[in-house]
């Protein structure tokens, strides 16, 4: 038997089989094999259209299907870019482009909402700032595009419209509606507040499902295509974060995944809601939460991690490969030597309260420092903005032990892991794993072929563990002492 899992990114799609009854991944795919196309029609805008989605989706699928059988598919688990909209008409046909997770057009909408509502209620309902989220996106529509307004019958996140695909079914979830800051947590239901406050009608949420759970069937259009027998269970939906968080088998209190790639990503569960009053980090609802047992998820963003090490690897050591600028930066000592590198250079840093603080280079000696010290400091800097984050999410109840991350992009730095164990005084540990392949044990699980997350999790393999290095911890918290002073924090 097998579970199929989609991971729709706005970079590329991922889809994966996952042999349920071996828990090992039989086949996947990704497309397109450059970036997917996204449109920006204005400066801050970010559109892609759905349509492409499916067509990659489509592709993988019948790429895995010549390798697999696909009539062996029994259980079906979608993973997606957080916050996007995707605005359909009456024959739910998308009536404009999906405005995706990294369009800033409604930043002025949220902040409007934020005044208008009241920061305290925000904080204490939303748990969030209206922010650059998807109802703001939904009123940008309305009043910018009243005429297509008019027609929207239902608003979708980019998951809800693959469901759809598959299903035939128009639904959202709770932890959806959270991740577009129309759930009120204080009132356990749909934030018909801030509904209220942009004129947008009750009528255009979709009907609410579980994220995890059997909440609809493929379509007999669905086996005609891929072979996929008709009546098999849609069974999880999450957005990419909390997804990433439960590949990882992130899902009790106290727990963190971390991500390090083109951005800084850490997702931590706590089981008390509680916002930061600077709305720095945001929380959502997690993909296991429950009225009974509740489950939230920090996350902790950073533009600014990955994206710094490839600009140094591009313009201080072009000549080396990654791995051997690892072995270089090794070269540098603890503390890089007084050299400090701040990493936000890619924009405005939620975690910065949203300025816009740039990339800097600070405490460069010309006689001392060479390019071993710069790749070192690198490193560490990235590792400083991650501590920086999980200090903020200390403050909301979240004290982690064990740091849980894929074996990818910053975490195959052995200086950057750890820096970062170190300082938070956590053990790392590096597990097999993607978004895909995380997608499709949820679908498992909630399709009943797995009988609990242990079960579904007592194949993940651990590629390797990172403990805290005690003789660094000394010059490493004076280091950061530096770079917080450098940055001004």
């Not at 469901?163 to 035939?168: I, L, R």
Request: with cysteine; net charge negative.
């Amino acid at each position: 038997m097998y579970s199929l899992g989609i991971d729709v990114g706005s970079s590329s799609i991922k889809v994966s089989l996952l042999n349920i009854e071996k828990g090992t991944c039989a086949a996947s795919a990704t497309n397109p094999k450059v970036e997917m196309r996204i449109s920006a029609p204005e400066k801050g805008f970010a559109e892609q259209a759905p349509e492409q989605w499916w067509h990659y989706i489509s592709e993988g699928i019948k790429q895995i299907g010549t390798t697999c059988d696909l009539r062996k598919v029994v259980s079906i688990g979608i993973s997606y870019q957080m916050h996007g909209l995707v605005a359909v008409d009456g024959n739910v046909n998308p009536l404009r482009d999906a405005i995706i997770w990294c369009d800033s057009r409604a930043v002025g909408l949220g902040e409007e909402a934020l005044e208008a509502l009241g920061k305290d209620f925000c904080l204490e309902h939303l748990l969030n700032s209206p922010g650059n989220f998807t109802a703001s996106k939904l009123a940008w529509v309305k009043r910018n595009e009243p005429e297509l307004f008019s027609k929207v019958w239902k608003f979708m996140l980019p998951g809800d419209y693959v469901a759809y695909k598959f299903s035939g079914e128009v639904a959202t979830t709770a932890t959806g509606l959270s991740e577009a800051i129309l759930w009120d947590f204080k009132e356990g239901k749909t934030a018909s507040c801030v509904l209220d406050y942009f004129g947008i009608p009750t009528s255009l949420v979709p009907d609410i499902v579980p994220s995890l759970g059997i909440v609809g069937r493929t379509t007999p259009a669905i086996e005609l295509e891929f072979g996929i027998p008709t009546g098999t269970p849609i069974s999880y939906r999450c957005g990419d974060q909390p997804n990433n968080a439960f590949s990882l088998n992130v899902l009790s209190p106290g727990e963190i995944a971390a991500t390090g790639g083109t951005s800084g990503v850490v997702y931590g569960v706590v089981d008390v809601p509680k916002a930061d009053t600077y709305s720095r980090v945001n929380t959502f609802l997690h993909v296991n939460n429950t009225q009974s047992d509740p489950r939230l998820g920090i996350l902790l963003c950073i533009n600014g991690t990955g994206i710094m090490n490839s600009w140094v690897h591009r313009n201080i050591t072009p000549q080396l490969s990654y791995p051997d600028m690892n072995v270089l930066g090794a070269t540098a000592p603890v503390g890089s030597d007084g050299l400090c590198v701040i990493p936000f250079g890619n924009g405005a840093e939620r975690v910065m309260c949203n300025k816009n603080v740039g990339a800097r280079l600070m405490g460069l000696d010309l006689v001392r420092h060479s390019q071993a010290h710069i790749v070192r400091a690198t490193h560490e800097g990235i590792a400083f903005s991650f501590r920086y984050g999980i200090d903020i999410m200390k403050d909301l109840g979240l004290d982690p032990g064990v740091i849980k991350a894929g074996n990818a992009n910053l975490f195959l730095s052995p200086i950057f892991r750890s820096t970062l164990a170190t300082l938070t005084s956590s053990r790392i540990e590096l597990l097999d794993t993607d978004g895909a392949l995380g997608a499709a044990r949820g679908g498992a699980l909630g399709a009943g072929f797995y009988s609990s997350p242990a079960e579904a999790f007592s194949s993940l393999s651990k590629i390797g563990e990172v403990q805290p290095e005690e003789s660094w911890k000394e010059p490493l918290e004076e280091a950061y002492g530096r770079w917080k002073e450098a940055l001004g924090a």
